[in-house]
């Protein structure tokens, strides 16, 4: 890949929200691609023309305006619009081409049925929000039609906006909800310590700065250590301290379960998505 001349763009986004202009803004400060080698699509106009004005892409409501004219296609659209937009593009849509698809519960055979082929080069990713700020982890599985070379170029894109990992297809489901999902459980989780703060008695802005950075830089330790994590909390936890009395309220009050039980019920929507 990387040669666009029959396409006239290397990337094409069909759907332009928040996530797909996460991963666009990301690709572009990466200088993955330059802005004028990207088109989106979108049913806003007041959403192209901010994307237009602010990175310089190339837009238009037209989603097989992208399906002709990139290389690389980028499914950005919610779950319940797949259909509708397969149908539409898929006339269009070439072997030559590669299609990311960033939506769950949406399998690669179905993918492949929806558009009416089995040739197809298709592969299925699960990004999360943090691609906003560069800090994005995102899986991908490609299909069998996928070369080496071409998931090394895909990974490349998602480079662009954090890390990638490639995973087995009957493992997307977790990461819905281990890392698609779970920014919003860690925001939920900020914003009570932060509450907490202000109840103590700390103005709020500085609250949240406090408990962001605290949870930032757990994260961080557990990637750079290679500790684990209960280790890495034991080293907290002081005998007859402050720590540990806090960990014996979270344990009685059911942090671990709840944490689990939602990640579970996140999952088995996540399957229920592509029935």
């Known amino acids: 890949m990387g040669n666009n001349e029959k396409f006239g763009k290397k990337l094409g986004f ?20 330059h802005a004028d080698e990207i088109i989106m699509s979108d049913v806003s106009d007041s959403r192209l023309a901010f994307l237009s004005e602010k990175y310089g892409v190339e837009t238009t409501t037209d989603n097989t305006a992208v399906a002709k004219g990139a290389e690389v296609i980028i499914l950005a ?32 055979s179905s993918l492949s049925e929806r558009f009416g082929s089995d040739k197809l080069k298709i592969i299925r990713t699960m990004p999360n929000t943090p691609a906003m ?38 493992l997307m489901d977790a990461v819905v909800s281990v890392s698609g999902s779970s920014p919003a459980y860690v925001f939920m989780f900020i914003e009570a310590m932060a509450d907490a703060a202000v109840a103590d008695g700390m103005p709020r802005a500085q609250a949240y700065r406090f408990a962001a950075q605290a949870v930032m830089g757990s994260a961080k330790m ?54």
């Open 77 to 108: 659209v919610k779950p319940q619009y797949y259909t509708q937009v397969i149908t539409e593009i898929a006339p269009f849509v070439t072997e030559e081409q590669l299609i990311i698809t960033i939506a769950p519960g949406q399998t690669l």
């Open 222 to 275: 557990v990637l750079e250590t290679g500790k684990h994590p209960g280790e890495l909390k034991d080293m907290v936890c002081s005998p007859a301290g402050t720590t540990i009395e806090a960990v014996c309220v979270l344990e009685e009050k059911g942090l671990r379960s709840a944490v689990i039980e939602a990640m579970q019920a996140c999952t088995e929507r996540s399957r229920s998505l592509g029935k």
């Open 133 to 170: 700020v560069g800090a994005g982890i995102t899986a991908a599985t490609p299909n069998a039609n996928v070369t080496d070379d071409e998931l090394a170029y895909v990974r490349r894109i998602l480079g662009g906006f954090g890390i990638s990992e490639v995973i087995g297809e009957n």
């Open 14 to 33: 069909i759907g332009a929200g928040n996530m797909a202009t996460a991963m666009m803004s990301g690709i572009v400060s990466g200088e993955i691609f």
